[in-house]
Nanobody
């Protein structure tokens, strides 16, 4: 059984930074596309960032709203994916979810992702 556990959320001020972590167990982490999504109250779950597992590529994709501020990375030795969030804004407030997709293409919609964590709350005070 594949399990994803996020951590690192919290309450910060606008302009601060946070790093989220997601540890994957029970699966083949180095063959998963890994992604972060977020969901604000009353809104849809939105794509934030994703990273490939392909060694020579390690391609990443970002939502326009976080480009230049957020960085996704992975450590296959620790079965962990990270989301470094800098210059946080109040509109970044949401529950952040980690997701895994056992495929080869980096995708930005939620449907292809088979495995999900429980989420971690990020609140940015303005």
């Amino acid at each position: 059984q594949v399990q994803l556990v996020e951590s690192g959320g919290g309450l910060v001020q606008a302009g601060d930074s946070l790093r989220l972590s997601c540890v994957v167990s029970g699966g083949t982490f180095d063959r998963y596309i890994m992604a972060w999504f977020r969901q604000a109250p009353g809104k849809e779950r939105d794509f934030v960032a994703a990273i490939s597992w392909i060694i020579d590529s390690r391609s990443t994709r970002y939502a326009d709203s976080v480009k230049g501020r957020f960085t996704i990375s992975r450590d296959n030795t620790k079965d962990t994916v990270y989301l470094q969030m800098n210059s946080l804004k109040s509109e970044d407030t949401a529950v952040y979810y980690c997701a895994a997709d056992p495929s080869v293409a980096v995708r930005t919609t939620a449907t292809p992702y088979d495995y999900w964590g429980q989420g971690t709350q990020v609140t940015v005070a303005s």
